[in-house]
């Protein structure tokens, strides 16, 4: 190949071809020979080298690699390694899902208008503490428009006195091993407890709604007397400058007519 | 014997799982490399390393062998590296040096070498990293391909898709520009290299 002095030094690409040593022989010699005669090709050669020896201490970290493909009895296949659960998008679907069923539980009502905020919780009829006064003016209302407002109430309502009545109709199941027990008294027992825990429950979350209530109703007081005062400031501080403004405008007229 | 990569292949488009289980042990270090050095970070170059190795298991069936297994899976990587940052929407990160704990770097000392050899050696590891972050893209993956994996001029061409010359030319500006960003670090030439003249 015939490559002359001029040509490799206008030629980056066979000094880098020269530095990786992918050139044929031919090309290697001929490369040899001009950078022996010229100091710049020469000069550069050797940067270019030092950059690569550079390079060569940047090693990557070595973190434990787990991979491996394991094959599912319920897909052809799936993958097996360290990736992130999803444990988070998991978990905060789990608190949704617990503060929607103990809002459920409770009955919790939040409402927040003239009278402050409001917080009643359940276990209380719906509707049933009508005004004495609504109640004499207004007809009364049938099941359905007393519950207008809150389709999912009667449905819930109605739901629950349907299973009410299956649970008495439906027969006992026989069981062997309770041949001899008294099936009434074992209900009864068992109804009793679980309406003296439904009771226990019922004082610990009113306990803890009153708490609740009252700790911001104290809240919002406290807001308003730095509201209060608040206007209060500006309030003197407009008057002061209104006095002063006055102050102003007597001594104008006051200079003013002695001229 | 050790299975070469395309008798691995090729029992794994058969379907045995444990022969691509060999090439992922085989070739996930050299991809978590690919990957970190592009992207700079090492979560997320492991998150590319695993869908590297998903995505090559989804499509075994359709490699035909028109390349070196390794290739393919190089693709796959800086195909998936270039998603994250179009997706990121950043160069890769060069890391700021981190305060030296002197226990931590004793442990990492290699036989023979001080701590003060250790600090120089961490700074310059940091001083390369910083250089190529600068680099663009495609400056930076050819000087990649290259000097840790070993390509040659016409693997990478045909790994990005471009001629013979452009990666040649790139690999020049590259190191060009690596050359005067490692002198205004105050990093000197190294000496791994001797001149061949």
Redesign the interface.
Known sequence: MAMTIKAVCDN??D???Y??D?VTPAEREAI?TH??ACAAC?QE???????????????????D?G?????DTRAP?R?S???APAWGLGLAAAATLVLAAAAAVANLEVRYDEQGLTVRTGWRAPAAEPAPVAAAAVPAPTPVTAVTGEPWRADLQALEQRLRREIRTTPAQPVAAAAAVDQPAVLRQVSTLISESETRQERELALRVAQLVRDVDEQRRADWVRISQGFGRLENLTGAGVAQQREMMNYLMRVSQQR | MAWTDEELVARSIGGDLDSFNQLVVRWQRPIYALAYRVIGREEDARDVCQETFLRAFRAIRGFKGQAKFSSWLYRITLNLCRDWMRRERRAPIAQAPEGVDLIELAAERDVGETVEDLISRRELTQAVARAMATLPEEQRTAIILKEYHGLTFQEIADLIDCPLSTVKTRLYQGLTVLRRQLAQAGIEHGHDHQSRL
């Open positions: 980056k690409d000094l880098v071809a530095l990786y992918e040899k950078l022996a020469r050669i050797d940067d270019l080298r030092g950059v690569r020896g550079r390079l060569a201490s940047w090693p990557p970290p070595e973190p690699l991979f491996r493909v394991v094959r296949a993958w390694g360290w990736r």
